[in-house]
T-cell receptor, first 113, second 112 residues
Framework: KQEVTQIPAALSVPEGENLVLNCSFTDSAIYNLQWFRQDPGKGLTSLLLIQSSQREQTSGRLNASLDKSSGRSTLYIAASQPGDSATYLC????????????FGKGTHLIIQP | GAGVSQSPRYKVAKRGQDVALRCDPISGHVSLFWYQQALGQGPEFLTYFQNEAQLDKSGLPSDRFFAERPEGSVSTLKIQRTQQEDSAVYLCASMRPNTEAFFGQGTRLTVV
């Protein structure tokens, strides 16, 4: 069964800093990995999708990397802003069913103005 | 619609009451997932549909939970005889196979 760990669990930093959020997973047989953000009381918003054949994916100030063989992904946030405050979740995707998308507990991020 | 739509957004149920939660996926999305999210936790898998077929229901916590997707589009998650431990946010996601998953806003269920 796929298990996902996200480190750190929580992070509070001043505005403008560059950040790295870490995600590790136990089963490397994945199709892709997706990063989401979740604002309080809201659903999940997709940020980036990395296919298993890719090493990196970029969207604006966000860059996600994937090392499938070692079961690791990182989300890099450049020049953080207060609007980036949210919980960030990674989800490796192993197909349908219970392993379709597996989540950890996320990283709760606060960017101080 | 443009995204995954869930209704109601909020539901308060008395203990023992039956509830039905609805998910309208993105048109053409074959795969549909239901998740349960407790406060401060990540989403936990409940069940998975491919079109109208329920291929995995291993995450449903008890036989009080039932999900269907009779025509391969709209899905309903039903909880019978609700209990306080059922209080959570219920999330629905849809996708084309092995592509990006899109989530709805969720239904927050409170059992009193």
């Amino acid at each position: 069964k796929q298990e996902v760990t996200q480190i750190p669990a929580a992070l509070s930093v001043p505005e403008g800093e560059n950040l790295v959020l870490n995600c590790s997973f136990t089963d490397s047989a994945i199709y892709n990995l997706q990063w989401f953000r979740q604002d309080p009381g809201k659903g999940l918003t997709s940020l980036l999708l990395i296919q298993s054949s890719q090493r990196e994916q970029t969207s604006g100030r966000l860059n996600a990397s994937l090392d499938k063989s070692s079961g690791r992904s990182t989300l890099y946030i450049a020049a953080s802003q207060p609007g980036d405050s949210a919980t960030y979740l990674c989800a490796p995707h192993s197909g349908g069913g219970a392993d379709g998308l597996t989540f950890g507990k996320g990283t709760h991020l606060i960017i101080q103005p | 619609g443009a995204g995954v739509s869930q209704s109601p957004r909020y539901k308060v149920a008395k203990r023992g009451q039956d509830v039905a939660l609805r998910c309208d996926p993105i048109s053409g999305h074959v795969s549909l997932f239901w998740y349960q999210q407790a406060l401060g936790q990540g989403p936990e898998f409940l069940t998975y549909f491919q079109n109208e077929a329920q291929l995995d229901k291993s995450g449903l916590p008890s036989d009080r939970f039932f999900a269907e997707r009779p025509e391969g589009s709209v899905s309903t998650l039903k909880i019978q005889r609700t209990q306080q431990e059922d209080s959570a946010v219920y999330l629905c996601a849809s996708m084309r196979p092995n592509t990006e998953a899109f989530f709805g806003q969720g239904t927050r269920l409170t059992v009193v």
